[in-house]
């Protein structure tokens, strides 16, 4: 395994998706603890951290937390500790906790179902500016 940033949790994302693109901005706006880092699940890092997991990246469509050496979320429960993370108001988000989680993925199959239809797609990742720059593995 590549060696990973200490402390820092990492956010895979779909690279080309302009809806992640848009949390991963949202997140790095208000990632005020600079807690998190953030790899395309295309990239080589993304799949070898899937690897790593024991995730298989054929199917996979969803947003994942990985926090080294302690554990991985996907789907809703990912979301929701981004969240946390983030604190401040953006806590409020876990209030999402009492929905059952298979109801919760069920609302996040859908969008991510969806999603290049309702917001698009890009033809590659993003290239993050200088300044962002150190915000991506």
Same mark, same amino acid.
Request: with cysteine; proline share 5%.
């Given at each position: 395994?590549?060696?990973?940033?200490? $402390?820092?949790?990492?956010?895979?994302?779909? !690279?080309?998706?302009?809806?992640?693109?848009?949390?991963?901005?949202? /997140?790095?706006?208000?990632? @005020?603890?600079?807690?998190?880092?953030?790899?395309?699940?295309?990239? #080589?890092?993304?799949? #070898?951290?899937?690897?790593?997991? !024991?995730?298989?990246? /054929?199917?996979?469509?969803?947003?994942?937390?990985? #926090?080294? !050496? /302690?554990? &991985?979320? &996907? @789907?809703?429960?990912?979301?929701?500790?981004?969240?946390? $993370?983030?604190?401040? &108001?953006?806590?409020?988000?876990? /209030?999402?906790?009492?929905?059952?989680?298979?109801?919760? $993925?069920?609302? &996040?199959?859908?969008?991510?179902? $969806?999603?290049? @239809?309702?917001? !698009?797609? @890009?033809?590659?990742?993003?290239?993050?500016?200088? #300044?962002?720059?150190?915000?991506?593995?």
């Amino acid at each position: 395994m590549i060696n990973l940033p200490p $402390n820092k949790k990492i956010i895979l994302f779909d !690279g080309v998706c302009n809806l992640c693109d848009s949390a991963v901005q949202f /997140v790095i706006q208000h990632d @005020k603890k600079d807690v998190f880092r953030f790899a395309a699940l295309q990239s #080589e890092l993304g799949q #070898e951290i899937l690897h790593h997991i !024991g995730i298989n990246p /054929v199917n996979i469509d969803s947003i994942i937390l990985y #926090e080294p !050496g /302690v554990a &991985y979320y &996907y @789907k809703s429960s990912a979301a929701i500790k981004i969240a946390q $993370n983030l604190g401040g &108001y953006l806590h409020f988000g876990t /209030v999402f906790r009492i929905i059952p989680t298979g109801i919760r $993925n069920q609302l &996040y199959d859908y969008i991510a179902k $969806n999603r290049y @239809k309702w917001y !698009g797609k @890009k033809e590659s990742c993003m290239i993050p500016t200088p #300044e962002l720059k150190s915000k991506f593995l």
